[in-house]
């Protein structure tokens, strides 16, 4: 199985970056895993809020039609604990999915078009965290499910 992350915008800390890289080369032992970062919109005080969505969904597209699943991280979607976010993650290999995404969208969330394309909703927290922020604390999370996974003791069960 694949796994990617898609991103819009570059992140502009580098603590966050560190981070990421250290996640993103454990999880490379479990699994291909990519992280794809798709340039940010310029913002125009012309364009709503509405439109801003739709205009990024439209920057996202053209990579959603290679994945078997699509999975947006958004603040209404389901939570999980670390153990049954590990499942979920495993039922996918079991079921033989081939090219897994997860999507960070931008500062005001998603269009209508993607909720329509989207397999799965998560939401990692009840809390708000700011896009940069939330990168981090997705590798870390799915670096974890997979040491649950494989029974390793990163996680203290």
Request: aromatic residues 16%.
């Amino acid at each position: 199985m694949n796994i990617t992350l898609l991103l819009i915008g570059k992140n502009n800390s580098n603590y966050i970056t560190e981070g990421i890289d250290v996640y993103f080369k454990r999880i490379k032992h479990y699994i291909n895993f990519d992280i794809k970062i798709i340039p940010a919109l310029k913002i125009s005080k012309n364009i709503n809020v509405i439109q801003q969505k739709k205009l990024e969904f439209k920057k996202f597209e053209k990579y959603l039609k290679q994945y078997d699943s699509i999975i947006l991280l958004d603040e209404n979607g389901k939570t999980y604990d670390s153990i049954n976010f590990a499942k979920f993650i495993e039922g996918f290999s079991i079921r033989g999915t081939k090219k897994l995404a997860f999507i960070v969208g931008g500062a005001y969330g998603f269009s209508e078009e993607f909720y329509k394309l989207a397999n799965y909703k998560i939401s990692l927290s009840k809390m708000t965290f700011s896009h940069q922020i939330i990168r981090l604390i997705f590798v870390e999370q799915l670096y974890r499910a997979f040491t649950i996974i494989k029974g390793e003791q990163y996680h203290n069960v």
